[in-house]
């Protein structure tokens, strides 16, 4: 096979704004620039396309109306709206981008488009990313991959994370050996656990951004705690910490994975604004830890991505509760910000080539599965 171009795109559950990232791959390896011994520079250039504080609303009306889904093809309330406007929003990040690169539609293979997560109930056999795969198709005149968690759920699995055989294929790139950790940070959190021969857990660790952004939007009007610096004034209620820390989700072993809805901020409805900012923030960061019960081998280095690495609040609490070396990826020379897009481009290049993207210690399939519709323009 040979190395192609790909794009990648990920609007993700902290409903901050589309990523879009380039990468070179064949499914398998990934072409990159390397800096020092064990630095991947570069994989390809990247963009964002941010929303509106109006567009953010239509997202978080979308997450409402969603809850009344059956089936994966209904689209009751504001959901086609809000389906139309992120097909369109996505077809505008991808022009943008392709013309800040000198890039024509020729020169893509093809374009990853994950959607925006609106359900994830996999028990129920449900997951639902809102997108129209073939309208972008169209609209750009390049192939895309879309749909990438259904066949998952269709064949038993979580449907998520989806990322980890792209955290694989990063740390073979920069010469790491396991035990090692890969964390990303979104509005949830997810963790992809890799061993000294390369073998894969993973598993969503629980909440990540998502309870301390929609906390910061309903008490100040905010989109998030910048810096953690909300957090870093208040006191943490350490018997709600504990309390939360007893759902049953934390028991569960591994593969699992959890909906952005499970854990809402209304929690902390009773303290003041920081210390509810500081009690959600220590939540997400001892779900974390307690994601270390359900490792073979503890990491010896935890390399983190996502939105969460600007929140010093809660790196701090991290580097007080891991007793490993923690990294934030752009110190590596990968991408805090564009992990995920990267690895929508990295699973379309595989999807088409007819490779697995999910792993029975991933998210509990049955079988390694292949996975997104493709779309012709």
């Known amino acids: 096979m040979t190395m192609r171009r790909a794009i990648g795109l990920m609007s993700g559950t902290s409903l901050d704004g589309i990523d879009v990232a380039l990468i070179e791959s064949d499914g398998k390896a990934i072409r990159v620039t390397r800096s020092g011994n064990d630095r991947v520079a570069a994989l390809g250039p990247t963009g964002y396309r941010g929303y509106s504080d109006e567009e953010r609303a239509l997202l978080t009306h979308a997450l409402r109306d969603a809850e009344s889904v059956k089936v994966r093809t209904d689209r009751p309330g504001c959901l086609p709206e809000a389906e139309a406007f992120l097909t369109r929003a996505h077809a505008e990040a991808v022009e943008a981008f392709l013309a800040e690169n000198g ?21 129920e056999g449900l997951t639902v990313q809102i997108g129209d795969g073939a309208g972008l198709a169209r609209r750009l005149g390049i192939p895309v991959v879309a749909d990438l968690r259904a066949e998952d759920v269709a064949r038993g699995g979580q449907g998520a994370p989806l990322v980890p055989v792209f955290h694989r294929a990063l740390a073979e790139a920069a010469g790491y050996s396991g035990p090692i950790a890969v964390l990303n ?3 949830v ?189």
């Open 103 to 123: 890039l024509t539609p020729a020169d893509i293979a093809v374009v990853g488009f994950h959607g925006q997560t609106v359900m994830h109930r996999p028990r």
């Open 185 to 187: 940070i979104g509005g």
């Open 189 to 377: 959190a997810n963790v992809t656990l890799i061993d000294k021969d390369g073998g894969l857990l993973a598993f969503d660790t629980g909440p990540g951004n998502a309870p301390v952004n929609d906390w910061m939007t309903e008490r100040e009007g905010v989109a998030f705690d910048r810096d953690g610096a909300r957090a870093a004034g208040g006191r943490v209620d350490e018997e709600l910490v504990a309390w939360l820390l007893r759902h049953p989700y934390f028991e569960k072993s591994p593969p699992k994975s959890l909906d952005r809805q499970w854990f809402s901020h209304r929690l902390a409805g009773h303290l003041g604004t920081a210390d509810g900012a500081a009690t959600l923030t220590a939540f997400a960061a001892r779900a974390i830890r307690a994601s270390l019960d359900h490792a073979a081998a503890r990491p010896t280095r935890w390399i983190v991505a996502g939105g969460g690495v600007k929140n010093r609040t809660l790196m701090t609490m991290l580097a007080d509760l891991l007793d490993a070396e923690i990294v934030n990826a752009d110190d590596l020379g990968w991408s805090a910000d564009f992990l995920e897009a990267q690895a929508f481009a990295y699973l379309a290049l595989r999807s088409v080539e007819g490779l697995p993207i999910t792993f029975p210690s991933t998210t509990g399939v049955s079988a390694p599965a292949p996975g997104g519709v493709l779309h012709r323009p």
